[in-house]
């Protein structure tokens, strides 16, 4: 069944045509053309297509695109400001926490929640590992990964944080 | 965007109309009702075309997979969006849960941290931070896995379900609802809204591990819960269940029994794992042989007695 859909696709407000059978995954990459949520296992063992659905990180794979309707949708494309990368992606850039980059999206996501709800509280290892678990990086670089994300709430911490 | 509106077309009139992309999804028609009497008349009104889902990470991959086949176009009502079944009430003896409150509320509710731990210690096993955010244990019930982890401490803890059809609200207790993989006593009409559990007491303690392959993310090889409460040294009450050894979760009442009435020794706690690893007859499948569930078993119900013995102390 076709079906217009209307939520806030990072920041906007948007109207796609959908088919009722698609995933927010196929809407986001298809019809909204947000290409970083990246299409892997397709069954939430990855994590590399993580998405911001009302603030809460979710596997844009397993998310039925109808259910979203008036919901709000963030991807990576919407932490990039006035074409400045955001914080987050300069830590996980500088840290080297990027190798191939494939997981790269749904990590920054992920840790972006992460950081927002840790408020001044600063994070720990086991707390990072913990909520980054279900997003895998197959070049095995989660030293780095979890080196960017203490240095990206540090910078939060500083201020420099949108 | 590429113009696609002509293959469309042809597709939707070929055998590949099931076919999105690269995977298999028969065509849907998608409804949020808002009110339980909504909901109840959908069920009735789309028979055995309506398919009740929640949070959709059991439904999508089982649908894309091909686990799941349908010829027909299904109704999907989506109970995820109901206010009514979205709460978890708590009063002096019963916790209740909506079917479609999220695993991650139920890990951040105090109202269970404080009702039913032990059911917080397992969802915090369960998959991971974006699968919990929109998973429920009204969808893990429902899907009747042997392997669901929600299931074994719900079964220690003598929850029972609340379904709900035309004719009003029926009482199910948990250890009655399944009826082998995948199949449960819900039929055609009917939907599971709510999970009720008695609330903890004073003398009572309740454990919950699990073995996998990794510790995210990862399908249960055996599961295993245990609650006991105690009076004067013995054990009152004993409940034990497993997951991941038989068709379905199950209690294993003969090691349950002898606990009973002993105090909780090492060498009586040793038998009781002994009986309740014999009771089970698990089969050998892609994540572990039988011999090995056996073994983990008989390991896991004897640390969740040592563990609930400890909290007890």
Known sequence: MKMPLTFM????????????????LEVLRNQGGMTSVHRS???????????????????????????????????????????????????????????????????????????????????????????????????????NIIKSVHTAQKAKLAGEWW | MPDNSAGNNAMENSVMKNFIGSRAMPDLVYHSPK????????????????RVVAG???????????????????????????????????????????????????????EIKEGCPVLAQAVAQMA????????????????????????????????????????????????????????????????????????KKANEAAWFQKIGTRTAVIISVVSAAVRV?????????????LGSVAPTPVRVAEAEQFLEGKPLDDQVIAECARMAAQAISPISDLRSSKEYRKDVARTLVKRSILACREALK
């Open chain 2, 128 to 199: 991971s931070l974006q699968v919990r955010n929109t998973a429920t244990m009204g969808g893990n019930i429902c899907m009747a896995s042997p392997a669901a982890d929600t299931v074994p401490p719900l079964l220690v803890s003598d929850a029972w379900v609340i379904i709900q059809d035309a004719q009003g609200e029926h009482k199910v207790l948990l250890t009655d609802f399944f009826k082998g993989p995948g199949r449960s006593v819900l039929t055609s009409g009917q939907v599971l809204t709510h999970i009720c559990i008695p609330v």
């Open chain 1, 9 to 24: 696709l990072n920041n906007q407000q948007t109207t796609l045509e959908i088919d009722a059978r698609q995933t927010l």
């Open chain 2, 229 to 241: 409460t105690i009076s004067n040294g013995v054990c009152d009450t004993a409940r034990i269940a």
């Open chain 2, 56 to 110: 959709c990470t059991d439904f999508i991959p089982s649908v894309r997979t091909g686990r799941w086949c349908f010829d027909q176009e299904l109704n999907l009502i989506d109970i995820s969006k109901m206010p009514v079944l979205n709460q978890i009430e708590k009063t002096d003896d019963v916790l209740k849960i909506g079917a479609s409150v999220s695993l991650t509320r139920i890990l951040e509710s105090p």
């Open chain 1, 41 to 143: 296992c397709e069954e939430g063992e990855c994590g590399a297509c993580t998405v911001l659905l009302n603030d809460e990180p979710v596997n844009a794979c397993l998310v039925l695109a109808a259910s979203v309707q008036g919901a709000s949708v963030l991807t990576s494309e919407g932490l990039v400001k006035n074409g400045k990368p955001h914080p987050l992606m300069k830590a996980f850039t500088d840290e080297l926490g990027i190798q191939c980059g494939f997981c790269t999206p749904g990590m920054l996501m992920n840790a972006y929640a992460l950081i927002n709800r840790a408020g001044d509280n600063l994070l720990t290892d086991q707390v990072i590992r913990k909520t980054l678990e279900g997003n895998l990086c197959r070049c095995t670089g989660y030293v």
């Open chain 2, 35 to 50: 009110e339980i009497s909504d909901l109840l008349s959908m069920v009735d009104a789309h028979g055995t075309s309506a």
